[in-house]
Each structure stands twice: as structure tokens, then as C-alpha cells.
């Protein structure tokens, strides 16, 4: 362990009855005025960098967020957007909206291209491959692939999956998984979203884009394993059913009433319908269902329906190719079936397209929108449902578009209040008073002091440390310079001082009143001309450029300098800025002061130990001096 020289157990003035420690502290307190003043510019030129690196931090924080709101159209561009059917189409204005009514008729919203499966019953905390899933179960390992076309500037363009696994031992949740993750052989997502509804039973599967140019294509999955887990486990396909003709009421069942159900694969049995007249069609479906219901064998396997023609289906419960469905029996004719009536399963369509929006926009008619959300005469646009009668035509939704003055005048009120703020606080740091007497307190003055009296010290040694600073001056003025120019936008409102808002007196040192009357009249007279003035883009040097422009230009430069002058927050106090340079050369000088002072305590007590062993030899020789005199006296 390296130890200074002062920390060294030292046993002094034993011979002298000297207090050699306050002797070479004195001394040494002579020694150390050098280091202290080092320290004591150490403390202020960091102080100096705590408060550019916070000014840097403030500035870019007022550049990037109050000047960029305030460039946001929605500051200057506020309209109220109203309309008669909310809940099927609403609005906000954008850049360039026009004040007025608008008629829109919604005959139609843009989708995306679906898959919604047949009602298929799966435990998701089951694997795919246990007998839990009964009928669904998936008793092989598959894979299958799916193309996309999600592209509305090129509809051509495909994104094939590459093969996604399905395997016995996943869950419906680690398939669903795997397909909203699936991507292309680029690694870019198909943009799928897919999903098992454990209350609706059902699989369903889309693109998150809509429009015609959305599409799904399944049809590259032509084995039979993975048309299987297609149809059978997700539902996708058709499902086997039987259809009788028409019946009317009443309906009398008989003693002819037994129906055979074969659902294939072993899946077979009898029902008995209860003998008697049903009043309705409706009522001899219910009790079809009842009898299937207590059958163990046909439960949840197979139902009855009934169609607005009076025809009774019986479907299975299965889809796609593997699916089959025979009904014989003496009970058949009771429902207008055949015996046997015999029915099979389809994989079905195995590609699906979404649709685009279809609206009437104040009398014109467009089908060309490929999302739900669309911009027209400046206003962002959202269609939510549509606005259809029940017979189906569509109905018009009136939508008013109403210039809010208010909420502009609010606006520009408040980034003059956050312009004003920022100066004040600029002035104030350029114009703070400097007490010369209050120099960063030295460790020794420190320690005689308690925690009040240290805080109270340093506002005052840190007061004024901006006081006159040339990039803080700058900044100053380049800030009223660019609030006090004009802008060439081509209107008679081209400065603050024309739309309302200027300073009152010198005294105000820039700060910024707004007359809302006058800024009212401006806007209210020329909204584009009062735009323009802050936002407009264009040449600082040809006077085009927008106030709001000047002042970020003016700013980036500030914090550029200041950056240079003394790094940024977060950085080491040592980093390659101007200050950040100075102060490791002042570290480097203070090590070498203190290796100095080191030495020099060193050699102190070396001559103080001199002096005490001159001293003790000294006084050695006097005793044996005065005792050899007083022996020869005897």
C-alpha cells in the first residue's frame, strides 16, 4: 500500500520537547498555497463545465421538443372535425386542410385477406399430439408453407414461408407462435396474425395489411399430412353434411324413427327420435341435437341445423377430406332425406384476398383504398363501419370542418412563454453578479466550516461564473435577432411585430408580448401568411426562411460550441473539450504538487530528527561530562 508522508507514525521532539508536527505543518502550509490554488481553479473550471454541459442539455432539449411541436402542423393548422355518425367515420385535420362540410358515404371498409375456420374444439394446454384433442388430434409430424402477397405498390410481389413446423408435441399456442414470427428466406415478416379463439372455437388467420392486394396462398401444401392438420385440426376446408328437402309443419314422427350416423373412421351409432307431432321444423332440430347430445359416440361430433327454406343439414364436425357423413335408417324421410344420404368434406379454397375501401366522397365514388384510414382534402380520415341502411344502401355521413382560431392563438401563446423563458434564463446566467472575495473553499477552510455555512459560501463563489460569456452572449443575441426579423412569405404578415408580438422597451432585454387581438385579426385575415411566418422552409440568406427555422440554425450552433467549449452531459470532466483538456493538465499539476509537497514534509522531519539526535548526542556529553567533573571534586 502506498502511504504519504504524512501518514507515517512519526516519534518527535523527545530530545527538544519541540511540537515538531505543528512546526512542519506550519511550514507545510507555506508549501501547499501552490496545490490549493490548483485546486481551488480545478473546483471553478469544473463548476464552469457543470454549467455549459447544462445549458447544452436545455438548448438541445428547447430545440428538439418545444421548437419541433411547434413546427407540427397541429399548431398552426386547428380545425375542429365533426361528425353526424361518429362511430362510422371521424377525422383530424392535417396539413393543408380546407374548412367546410363534407358528405362521405362507407359502402364498404378495406379488409385484410382472412382464414376464419370451421368451429374445431382444441385444449391449448394440450399438445396437438394427445388423445385430449380427440377428433383433432394431429398424429404426425407435418410442416406447411404459406405465401404472402402484402404489397399494395406491387401486388405481384410474394413472400414465401419457409416450411413452419408442426409437430405432435407442440401446443395450438406454439403454432400460432411460429406463424406470426414466420418470415421470408430474406428474414423479412410475412406480416401475419394468427390466432385460436378458445370461446368461438375457432382458428382464425390474416394479414395485417388490407386491401385487394393483400392475399394469403395456401395452396403449396398439397401432401396429405399437412392438408390434414390444415382441415381437420385448424379447421380450414369444408365440413361433410347431408340436406333434405323442404319439410312443413307440423312434422309426425312414428314408430319409424330410428337415424344411423356414420362419421367414418369407426365413428358410428344409432339415434331414436322421440315419437310424436313437433309443431316446427325448429323443434324437431332441437330434439335431433338432444338425442345426439346423450349418444357418447356422435356427442359434439356431428349437429342438425336448419336453413330459411325449412331444410334440415346434418353436418360432421370435421372438415376437409377427411371428413364423411352417411345418414340411413327408417327415421330419414321424417327429415326430406334420402336413404342413405351420404355426404364427403373439401379441403376448400386454400387462398384468400382482402377487399379495399369503398367510399362516395361528396358525391364521388372511390373503391381504390387499400386502408381504413385515408387522407382527402387535407383531412386524415378514419372509417370505422358502414354507413348502410338495412336495406343495405349506403347513407351519408355529413362531417363539418371548422377552423379552431382558439387553439392557435393558445399555441403560438405558448411557445412566446417558452421563447421567453429560455431568454430570461439566458440573461439572467449573462448577467449574474461575481463575488471576486468567494473562491472555492480549500479543504482546510472547508473542514472549519459546517454543511450551512459551505452551502451559503458556494452560491456565491459559483455566482456568475456565464456573467459576460461570449457563447452565452452570442446566443443572446442571435435569439432577439431572429424573433425581430422579417420573413419574406409573400404576405403582409412577415414579422412577429406585424401579427402582434414584439417586445415593450429595451429594459424588457428581448422579451416578447403578444397582443391576442391583433394575432387574432392575423389569423383569422391570412392563417397561411401567419403558417408560414414561423414554419416556412427556405433560405436564411434570401430572408424566406421561417422563424422557427432561424432559431434552430442559431441554436445548433450555440450547442455546437458549447459542446466544443465543454463536452456534454454524461461524458468524462476529462474528455478532449477545451475545459475537459485544461482540466487534466490542472490533475496532472496537482499530482505533481503533491509528490512535491511529499518530498518536502519528508525532508522537514528528516532535519527535525537531524536536529533531535544532534541534540540528545549534545545532551549525552553534557551528563557524562558533569558526572566525570563531580567525581574528580571528590
Given at each position: 500500500m502506498?502511504?504519504n508522508?504524512?501518514?507515517?507514525?512519526?516519534?518527535?521532539?523527545?530530545?527538544?520537547?519541540?511540537d515538531?508536527?505543528?512546526?512542519?505543518?506550519k511550514l507545510?502550509?507555506?508549501?501547499?498555497i501552490?496545490?490549493?490554488?490548483?485546486?481551488?481553479k480545478q473546483q471553478?473550471?469544473?463548476w464552469?463545465?457543470?454549467?455549459y454541459?447544462?445549458?447544452n442539455?436545455?438548448?438541445?432539449?428547447?430545440?428538439t421538443?418545444?421548437l419541433?411541436?411547434?413546427?407540427l402542423?397541429?399548431?398552426?393548422?386547428?380545425?375542429?372535425?365533426?361528425?353526424?355518425?361518429?362511430?362510422?367515420?371521424?377525422?383530424?385535420?392535417?396539413?393543408?386542410?380546407?374548412?367546410?362540410?363534407?358528405?362521405?358515404?362507407v359502402?364498404?371498409?378495406?379488409?385484410?385477406?382472412?382464414?376464419t375456420?370451421n368451429?374445431?374444439?382444441?385444449?391449448?394446454t394440450k399438445?396437438?399430439?394427445?388423445?385430449?384433442?380427440?377428433?383433432?388430434?394431429?398424429?404426425a409430424?407435418?410442416?406447411?408453407?404459406i405465401?404472402?402477397?402484402n404489397?399494395?405498390?406491387?401486388?405481384?410481389?410474394a413472400?414465401?414461408?419457409?416450411?413452419i413446423?408442426?409437430n405432435?408435441?407442440?401446443?395450438?399456442?406454439?403454432?400460432?407462435?411460429?406463424?406470426?414470427?414466420?418470415?421470408?428466406?430474406s428474414?423479412k415478416?410475412?406480416?401475419?396474425?394468427?390466432m385460436?379463439?378458445?370461446?368461438l372455437?375457432?382458428?382464425i388467420?390474416?394479414?395485417?395489411?388490407?386491401g385487394?392486394?393483400?392475399?394469403?396462398?395456401?395452396?403449396?401444401?398439397?401432401?396429405?399430412?399437412s392438408?390434414s392438420?390444415?382441415s381437420?385440426?385448424?379447421?380450414?376446408?369444408?365440413?361433410?353434411?347431408v340436406?333434405?328437402?323442404?319439410i312443413?309443419n307440423?312434422?309426425?314422427?312414428?314408430s319409424?324413427?330410428?337415424?344411423?350416423?356414420?362419421?367414418?373412421g369407426?365413428?358410428?351409432?344409432?339415434?331414436?327420435?322421440?315419437?310424436?307431432?313437433?309443431?316446427?321444423?325448429?323443434?324437431?332440430?332441437?330434439?335431433i341435437?338432444?338425442q345426439?347430445?346423450k349418444?357418447?359416440?356422435?356427442?359434439?361430433?356431428v349437429?342438425?341445423s336448419?336453413?330459411?327454406?325449412?331444410k334440415i343439414t346434418l353436418?360432421?364436425?370435421?372438415t376437409g377430406?377427411?371428413?364423411s357423413?352417411?345418414?340411413?335408417?327408417?327415421?330419414?324421410?321424417?327429415l326430406?332425406l334420402n336413404?342413405?344420404?351420404?355426404?364427403t368434406g373439401?379441403?376448400?379454397t386454400?387462398?384468400?384476398?382482402?377487399q379495399?375501401?369503398d367510399?362516395?366522397?361528396?358525391?364521388?365514388?372511390?373503391?381504390t383504398?387499400?386502408?381504413?384510414?385515408v387522407?382527402?382534402m387535407?383531412?386524415?380520415?378514419?372509417?370505422?363501419?358502414?354507413?348502410?341502411?338495412?336495406?343495405?344502401?349506403?347513407t351519408?355521413?355529413?362531417?363539418?370542418?371548422?377552423?379552431?382560431?382558439?387553439?392557435?392563438?393558445?399555441n403560438?401563446?405558448?411557445?412566446?412563454?417558452?421563447y421567453?423563458?429560455?431568454?430570461?434564463?439566458?440573461?439572467?446566467?449573462?448577467n449574474?453578479?461575481?463575488y471576486?472575495?468567494?473562491?472555492?473553499?480549500?479543504?482546510?477552510?472547508?473542514?472549519?466550516?459546517?454543511d450551512?455555512?459551505?452551502q451559503?459560501?458556494?452560491?456565491?463563489?459559483?455566482?456568475?461564473?456565464?456573467?459576460?460569456?461570449s457563447?452565452i452572449n452570442?446566443?443572446?443575441?442571435?435569439?432577439?435577432?431572429?424573433?425581430?426579423?422579417t420573413?419574406?412569405t409573400?404576405?403582409?404578415?412577415?414579422?412577429?411585430?406585424?401579427?402582434?408580438?414584439?417586445s415593450?422597451?429595451?429594459?424588457?432585454?428581448?422579451?416578447?408580448?403578444?397582443?391576442?387581438?391583433?394575432?387574432?385579426?392575423?389569423?383569422?385575415?391570412?392563417p397561411?401568411?401567419?403558417?408560414?411566418?414561423?414554419t416556412q422552409?427556405?433560405?436564411?440568406a434570401?430572408g424566406?426562411?421561417?422563424?422557427?427555422?432561424?432559431l434552430?440554425?442559431?441554436?445548433?450552433?450555440?450547442?455546437?460550441?458549447?459542446?466544443?467549449?465543454?463536452?456534454i452531459i454524461g461524458?468524462?470532466?476529462?474528455?478532449?473539450s477545451?475545459?475537459?483538456?485544461?482540466?487534466?493538465?490542472?490533475?496532472?499539476?496537482i499530482?505533481?504538487?503533491?509528490?512535491?509537497?511529499?518530498?518536502?514534509e519528508?525532508q522537514?522531519?528528516?532535519?527535525?530528527?537531524?536536529?533531535e539526535?544532534?541534540?540528545?548526542?549534545?545532551?549525552s556529553?553534557?551528563?557524562?561530562?558533569?558526572?566525570q567533573?563531580?567525581?574528580?571534586?571528590?
Open positions: 502506498v502511504m508522508a504524512s501518514s507515517l507514525p512519526r516519534l518527535t521532539g523527545l530530545a527538544t520537547g519541540m515538531t508536527d505543528s512546526l512542519v505543518k507545510m502550509d507555506a508549501e501547499k501552490p496545490l490549493n490554488q490548483l485546486k481551488q471553478k473550471e469544473t464552469l463545465s457543470d454549467s454541459r447544462q445549458w442539455s436545455d438548448l438541445y432539449s428547447f430545440k421538443t418545444t419541433l411541436n411547434t413546427k402542423s397541429s399548431t398552426f393548422n386547428t380545425f375542429d372535425v365533426t361528425s353526424t355518425q361518429p362511430s362510422s367515420v371521424s377525422g383530424t385535420a392535417g396539413g393543408g386542410a380546407v374548412a367546410g362540410t363534407y358528405n362521405i358515404a359502402k364498404q371498409l378495406a379488409q385484410s385477406a382472412s382464414f375456420g368451429k374445431v374444439v382444441l385444449d391449448p399438445t396437438l399430439g394427445d388423445t385430449a384433442q380427440g377428433a383433432r388430434q394431429l398424429t409430424n407435418t410442416s406447411i408453407s405465401t404472402v402477397y404489397d399494395p405498390q406491387n401486388p405481384s410481389a413472400q414465401t414461408s419457409a416450411p413446423a408442426i405432435t408435441t407442440d401446443t395450438i399456442n406454439d403454432v400460432i407462435t411460429r406463424i406470426n414470427s414466420a418470415t421470408d428466406s428474414g415478416s410475412l406480416g401475419l396474425q394468427a385460436y379463439d378458445s370461446n372455437q375457432q382458428f388467420l390474416k394479414t395485417k395489411g388490407t385487394t392486394a393483400a392475399r394469403i396462398d395456401l395452396s403449396s401444401n398439397t401432401d396429405t399430412l392438408q392438420f390444415l381437420n385440426t385448424l379447421g380450414v376446408g369444408t365440413n361433410a353434411s340436406t333434405g328437402t323442404a312443413t307440423p312434422v309426425t314422427i312414428g319409424s324413427n330410428s337415424l344411423s350416423i356414420d362419421l367414418g369407426g365413428i358410428s351409432s344409432n339415434i331414436n327420435l322421440t315419437q310424436g307431432t313437433y309443431s316446427t321444423p325448429q323443434s324437431l332440430v332441437q330434439e341435437n338432444n345426439i347430445g349418444n357418447l359416440t356422435l356427442a359434439t361430433k349437429s342438425a336448419l336453413d330459411a327454406t325449412g353436418a360432421s364436425g370435421t377430406t377427411q371428413s357423413i352417411t345418414v340411413n335408417g327408417n327415421g330419414t324421410s321424417s326430406g336413404a342413405p344420404s351420404t355426404g373439401t379441403i376448400g386454400l387462398t384468400a384476398s382482402g379495399n375501401a367510399i362516395i366522397f361528396n358525391g364521388n365514388e372511390i373503391n383504398l387499400s386502408s381504413n384510414n387522407t382527402l387535407g383531412i386524415n380520415w378514419t372509417l370505422k363501419s358502414p354507413t348502410v341502411d338495412v336495406t343495405g344502401n349506403p351519408t355521413t355529413s362531417v363539418n370542418v371548422s377552423q379552431n382560431i382558439d387553439l392557435e392563438v393558445k403560438i401563446e405558448d411557445f412566446i412563454s417558452k421567453n423563458d429560455i431568454l430570461n434564463k439566458l440573461n439572467s446566467a449573462n449574474e453578479p461575481v471576486k472575495d468567494y473562491q472555492p473553499l480549500t479543504d482546510d477552510q472547508r473542514s472549519a466550516m459546517s450551512t455555512q459551505i451559503q459560501w458556494e452560491i456565491k463563489a459559483k455566482s456568475g461564473l456565464l456573467h459576460g460569456d457563447i452570442g446566443l443572446i443575441n442571435n435569439l432577439r435577432n431572429d424573433m425581430g426579423s420573413v419574406n409573400g404576405s403582409k404578415y412577415n414579422s412577429l411585430a406585424s401579427i402582434g408580438i414584439a415593450k422597451s429595451y429594459q424588457d432585454k428581448g422579451k416578447l408580448y403578444v397582443d391576442e387581438t391583433k394575432l387574432r385579426a392575423a389569423i383569422q385575415t391570412d397561411d401568411g401567419v403558417r408560414n411566418l414561423f422552409i427556405g433560405s436564411t434570401a424566406t426562411n421561417g422563424l422557427l427555422n432561424h434552430s440554425d442559431d441554436l445548433q450552433q450555440g450547442i455546437q460550441s458549447l459542446t466544443v467549449k465543454a463536452g461524458n468524462s470532466p476529462y474528455d478532449q477545451v475545459i475537459g483538456k485544461l482540466l487534466g493538465s490542472i490533475q496532472t499539476e499530482n505533481t504538487q503533491n509528490d512535491r509537497l511529499n518530498q518536502k519528508t522537514y522531519y528528516n532535519q527535525f530528527a537531524a536536529m539526535t544532534a541534540v540528545s548526542k549534545f545532551n556529553q553534557s551528563s557524562w561530562l558533569a558526572q567533573l563531580g567525581m574528580g571534586g571528590k
